[in-house]
């Protein structure tokens, strides 16, 4: 392939970057959108490094690619289609929800426009920590009447029996519009009693649920949206698989990963996922070369200034750049064709 030695990226303007940065911490600034690779630790060139994950790729039995967090949604169209091509699994993470949630019949999800609208938010089992993510801290910022609650199932059961017998006891029933915001990895039975409660209240008040997304979560909603547009099948509950041409759900990916089922892994992630006690080729893709890849590609991430699409945690589809027309396209786009 041909190596990108673009450095040209725009200078994001503040509202722009302002929106981003609700993507969490993988979107980064980049000086310059040039692709590097390693083998075994040590610079080659980018087309030796598709040479040797070409050939780990052919000798592969069961390969999947796992993380998927640092792409955009041109270049997760990229990773389906090398997916389908080498019959791999595609094991997105973290999860923007989980199978609980997804298959519930009452939701009362909110936008952030409905969050930044409301008259009270109720912080639900949200430290400290989890309050110093950048979209907690613009909720709080825009939200001065707050209360914090429990994140347990005992807490909201009991406020799911005072408003049956009193819909206007406090503090929700004071307001017309609140928002529960819920932390990442939530207690999916205590996320479905707020969801409801939002329902059973919906007469006298307009309660929404807003799950905070995990602080890394970066662009994995965009990435599973766009799995599902392409596949017909959600990877919300583990994955999708591709076997003989047919397109399955994953059931249970740590399973999947574990069991030795799978012999090569392409991690797109920014960050080291957690491997301990499995042996397996591994290959890296993301902002920073993962310990003991075969193979590693460095990319940009997730750039401000770039050509390409994100999405935000309630949906919101962003472009990375102020003027599609003008800005460079993302590098991993041509890599990922080149390795199909």
């Known amino acids: 392939m041909t190596q990108s030695t673009q450095s040209g990226i725009d200078e994001p303007s503040e509202a722009l970057l302002r929106d981003l940065s609700l993507l969490g911490a993988v979107c980064r600034r980049a000086a310059d959108l040039e692709l590097r690779a390693t083998c075994d630790g040590k610079a080659v060139t980018l087309d030796a490094a598709v040479a040797q994950t ?25 990773a389906v289609a090398l997916a389908r ?13 989980d199978p609980v949630t997804a298959r519930q019949p009452v939701t009362q999800t909110a936008t952030l426009g409905h969050v930044l609208s409301s008259q009270m938010i109720l912080w639900v089992g949200c430290d400290d920590e989890v309050r110093s993510h950048p979209l907690a801290q613009r909720i709080a910022a825009r939200q001065p009447l707050e209360a914090q609650v429990a994140a347990d199932l005992i807490t909201i059961q009991k406020l799911r029996d005072s408003h049956r017998a009193n819909p206007d ?145 309630d949906g919101l589809v962003l472009w990375l750049c102020d003027d599609p027309a003008t800005a460079p396209r993302d590098p991993v786009v041509e890599l990922l064709a080149a390795l199909r």
């Open 85 to 97: 091509s080498i019959d791999a699994a595609l094991l997105p993470w973290p999860l923007p929800s």
């Open 169 to 313: 006891a406090g503090p929700i029933g004071q307001f017309k519009r609140v928002t529960a915001i819920l932390p990442a990895g939530c207690d999916p039975r205590i996320a479905s009693q707020w969801h409801k409660l939002a329902a059973d209240l919906q007469r006298q008040v307009r309660l929404c649920v807003f799950h905070l997304p995990h602080p890394r979560a970066g662009n994995i909603k965009g990435v599973c949206e766009a799995i599902t547009w392409l596949t017909g099948v959600s990877p919300a509950a583990a994955g999708v698989r591709f076997v003989a041409g047919q397109t399955q759900a994953c059931s249970d990916a740590a399973t999947l990963l574990k069991n030795g089922a799978v012999d090569l892994v392409i991690e797109m992630h920014d960050g080291e996922l957690d491997w301990r006690d499995l042996s397996l080729s591994r290959i890296s893709i993301g902002p920073a070369a993962q310990p003991d890849s075969v193979v590693a590609f460095i990319t940009p991430g997730l750039t401000p200034g770039v050509a390409a699409q994100v999405m935000r945690c």
């Open 54 to 78: 070409r050939q780990l790729i052919a000798d592969a039995k069961c390969p999947a690619i796992v993380g998927m967090n640092t792409l955009t949604i041109e270049s997760t169209r990229q």
